[in-house]
């Protein structure tokens, strides 16, 4: 049979081979890299070598610009915040323990945004200013729902950031977190928004809506320190970090924070109706959904109701099962939280409620939760 690759010396090694072959491509490459040109390797078989105009160091130098013009932007309106609050000692009963965070001013008279887990119980607060003083800061108000609370110190002059419109951040977009983690001034990560629309836990309980997701390095820190695009702006408030799954790091979005701080610094607290009870989520029956043609398989089981309070409550028994408010379908405590607004401090609204099997309506009045 005829070889029809008998060009080809078969008896020079299969290495000797390559090496020509990697030589000779090599030299047709190295002048286009000499120019700085990159290749990118071809898409399909069939494809050619495609020269690309931009270097990776150019792209990662024009990268670093951008990251380290946001932090000269931005950095010095980011303090350290520095706290002493009441812990129980074995030994000495209780005592004043250390604690830090972050915070960023928010106005040019002293204002400034930070968590209220940072600040939550604290003795004394204290905040470092990125010129070196450390001055005296008093709680303006403080939201635990949220996450977030307000200081002001008395000082003027001072570097303010701005709020970014939260609702046209996009997934991928980059993200700067700024905070102080460790007692460390002014670390800086960087990441992109990982995810919008997410939903985290306060420390009371309710569930905080609008958080944004990022893949920017939270430490214990940086918790109260903003979140920044790459125009300085805040997009974020950064509140908590998933220490068990790798990456998953969390802000309040900057239109709740923006909402939030207004609120705390014209009244000092955000209001919320209050019903004055208790319950917890229960499922019911295929029986129960459609004899009251209901729209969630779920409902908010009344186990207490709470007399005397702000709240008028008294059509409400316990064992009832709210399933819906102002004729908005319930099914989660969450959600009826979420209905529970200022709206409806001292207005008479209508509950529907299963009682013994039947959909009831009942009136109650909310009061404003303390």
Request: net charge negative; glycine share 10%.
């Amino acid at each position: 049979m005829e070889n029809n690759h008998s060009n080809i010396d078969l008896a020079e090694p299969a290495c000797s081979f390559i090496d020509h072959a990697v030589r000779d491509l090599r030299r047709s490459i190295e002048p286009s890299l000499v120019l700085g040109h990159n290749l990118r390797p071809p898409v399909t078989e069939n494809e050619p070598l495609v020269l690309l105009s931009h270097t990776d160091h150019e792209l990662l130098d024009a990268y670093s610009r951008t990251i380290t013009g946001v932090v000269g932007m931005v950095a010095e309106a980011v303090v350290h915040i520095q706290v002493q609050k009441p812990t129980n000692d074995r030994r000495n009963g209780q005592r004043l323990a250390p604690g830090s965070g972050s915070g960023f001013v928010i106005s040019s008279d002293g204002f400034i945004v930070t968590n209220n887990h940072v600040i939550e119980n604290a003795r004394d607060i204290k905040v470092s200013l990125a010129d070196g003083r450390t001055v005296a800061a008093e709680l303006k108000g403080a939201d635990p729902s949220t996450d977030i609370a307000v200081l002001k110190i008395y000082e003027s002059g001072l570097k303010a950031l701005s709020f970014a419109n939260s609702e046209s951040l996009q997934r991928g977009q980059i993200a700067i977190a700024i905070g102080n983690p460790l007692g460390l001034q002014h670390t800086v990560t960087a990441g992109v928004v990982s995810a919008l629309g997410r939903t985290l836990r306060a420390n009371n309980g309710r569930l905080i809506d609008d958080i944004i997701q990022t893949d920017a390095s939270l430490n214990p820190g940086n918790s109260g320190g903003p979140l920044v695009n790459s125009l300085g702006q805040v997009i974020g408030v950064n509140t908590a970090t998933i220490i068990s799954a790798q990456g998953l790091c969390f802000a309040v979005s900057s239109n709740l924070a923006a909402f939030v701080a207004g609120k705390l610094i014209m009244e000092g607290r955000v209001k919320r109706a209050y019903l004055g009870i208790a319950g917890q989520v229960v499922n019911l029956t295929g029986r129960m959904i459609a004899a009251n043609r209901l729209e969630k398989s779920t409902g908010i089981y009344i186990s207490e109701v709470v007399a005397d309070q702000p709240a008028y409550n008294n059509e409400l028994r316990q064992g009832d099962i709210i399933v819906a408010f102002e004729h908005n379908p319930i099914g989660t405590v969450d959600e009826l939280h979420k209905q529970l607004s200022e709206y409806y401090i001292g207005r008479a609204i209508k509950l529907e409620v299963l009682r013994e099997g039947h959909k009831t309506v009942v009136n109650v009045i909310p009061g404003e939760m303390k």
